[in-house]
């Protein structure tokens, strides 16, 4: 397993940031009850102290060599590198001089090749090698005459054409087989390859637990019988990755990152994608018949009945918010990463809570949306309804919040995640609202056409940039016209027929 120790705010950028031992005592101690071997990718933080630790623990290293632009930096890790390997030759089983250095472009093969043949002149027996994705294999053959075995990384999720979950570990299989023949007369270990757990969907790739606990179980069956060296990414979770890798980035490892490190997938225990489901649906339940107490409680202050198509509304807001209740705090937890990335998740999880219970109300009074102007205009378009403010407002947020999603959807996708369940809450209700009470005449107000264009255009470009296998896309995509077909019916100082 590739092994990381970086702990809650803890990460390899930090100026001066040296682990204590200590907590790498323990987790190499956790480590050695499923695993023989870890692999590192630096002997800086503390990290020197991993073969000591590992030989205690019963573990063997493949040590890893921080590889960069800053020649400086690369030869104090090359030296302590070697200095590791002789002091430990028989816990050390190879050291891996630079990680997807190639893919990064931080140096070129010639280069590569010199800093891979001192390193190997100097630790003796140890074997060397270099790390990186295995198509740069294959672009700088030139590499393969200098180490000693090849390491290649397979990520199915990460391939350029990303590889659904069920065909995963046969494409890892293929790939290996491929690698063998235009590498031959080495072995060709897998140094990177898994499945994240949690995170966006790339095309038809999704992330899960059950993913990849199924993706792991498959790869290493396939190891056991076809008698090849395999080493999954990662022993943690690392939520550091996430600030540059997104949500997706910190959900590789088989044991959780914090509290007790415990292992994702203990034997015996059933798989879930959402351990908490039974508490969810409790949840969601309890918020459905709150909907519709608002209902009801809402008849007592009207001296008519509502229409059958009001109850319509309300029934189908809360089995929407009810069913999605669940998904949506599960999402907001996961994804949020940040103050920004807090207030963001949280705002999106008070408008789909909030949505369904305020138009509850506000369609059994028999009225309509209100536009952006009612709430912020001058004081003589302003409504005098406290709830129709309220309602307003949660309508401007969600739209703002829609808009900052799709925007980043279109210029930044590759780690941005799709926020469907907190917006399809919040979004079913006002669509259903305009649909029965709908104003027909008046003037379109400009505030509501820019952000209904605006998620319009984004809508179509999101969904034929993921592809029709992502469904997490296509589910938000559609989310975003509806939004714009609810926006683009607002009308200015009108009322219901």
């Known amino acids: 397993m590739s092994y990381a120790p970086f702990r809650g705010d803890q990460n390899p950028l930090q100026p001066g940031l040296v682990i204590a031992p200590q907590q790498m005592e323990q987790d190499l101690a956790q480590l050695a009850k499923v695993t023989g071997c870890v692999r590192t990718y630096s002997v800086g933080n503390g990290l020197d102290k991993v073969p000591e630790l590992a030989r ?60 891979i043949r001192y390193v190997k002149s100097k630790v003796g027996d140890v074997a060397v090698t270099y790390a990186d994705v295995w198509e740069f294999w294959l672009k700088n053959r030139d590499v393969y005459d200098a180490v000693d075995f090849v390491t290649i990384h397979i990520l199915p999720y990460w391939e350029d054409f990303p590889i659904r979950a069920r065909y995963a570990a046969s494409h ?13 007369n080495k072995e060709i270990l897998i140094g990177e390859t898994g499945w994240p757990s949690a995170g966006r969907m790339r095309e038809g790739a999704l992330p899960s637990r059950a993913n990849q606990a199924r993706i792991v179980s498959e790869i290493l069956e396939l190891a056991r019988q076809e008698k090849f060296r395999v080493n999954l990414i990662e022993a943690y979770d690392q939520p550091w990755k996430r600030m540059w890798e997104g949500t997706v980035g910190g959900h590789w490892g088989l044991f959780y990152a914090g509290g007790d490190r415990a292992l994702k997938y203990p034997a015996g225990v059933p798989i879930s994608n959402f351990p908490e489901a039974k508490l969810y649906a409790i949840a969601g339940m309890i918020f459905a018949a709150l909907v519709f107490g608002v209902a ?52 999106l999880f008070a408008m789909g809570i909030l949505s369904p219970l305020i138009v509850a109300n506000t369609v059994m009074y028999g009225r309509s949306l209100p536009t952006f102007l009612d709430i912020l205009g001058p004081r003589d378009y302003r409504t005098t309804s406290r709830m129709q403010t309220i309602l307003g ?43 029965i009470n709908r104003p027909f005449g008046g003037k379109r107000p400009i505030a509501e056409s820019a952000f209904a264009v605006t998620l319009a255009l984004s ?38 027929k």
């Open 296 to 347: 009801f409680l809402t008849l007592r202050h009207r001296p008519w009945s509502p229409r059958l198509s009001s109850w319509i509304v309300v029934g189908i807001s809360a089995a929407t918010g009810g069913s999605l209740l669940g998904l949506a705090f599960d999402k907001m937890v996961v994804e949020s990463l940040g103050f920004g990335g807090w207030l963001r998740g949280g705002f």
């Open 393 to 435: 407002i949660a309508v401007l947020i969600t739209a703002v919040l829609a808009t900052e999603t799709a925007l980043g959807l279109v210029f930044d996708p590759r780690y941005r995640d799709f926020q469907f369940a907190a917006l399809t809450m919040a979004i079913v209700p006002f669509l259903l609202l305009t649909a």
């Open 459 to 496: 809508a179509v470009y999101i969904g034929f940039n993921e592809g029709p296998a992502n469904w997490q896309s296509l589910w938000t995509c559609g989310l975003y016209l509806l939004f714009a077909l609810t926006l683009s019916r607002a009308r200015v100082g009108q009322s219901p």
């Open 56 to 115: 205690k623990a019963g573990l063997k290293v493949m040590l890893g060599i921080w590889i960069g632009t800053n020649r400086i930096d690369n030869r104090a890790q090359m030296e302590t590198a070697i200095a590791l390997a002789k002091q430990y030759p028989d816990d050390i089983k190879a050291v891996i001089v630079g990680n997807e250095v190639l893919l990064r472009g931080e140096m070129t093969a010639a280069d590569l090749v010199a800093n």
């Open 172 to 184: 890892v299989d293929a790939i290996r087989k491929r690698m063998a023949v235009a590498f031959p």
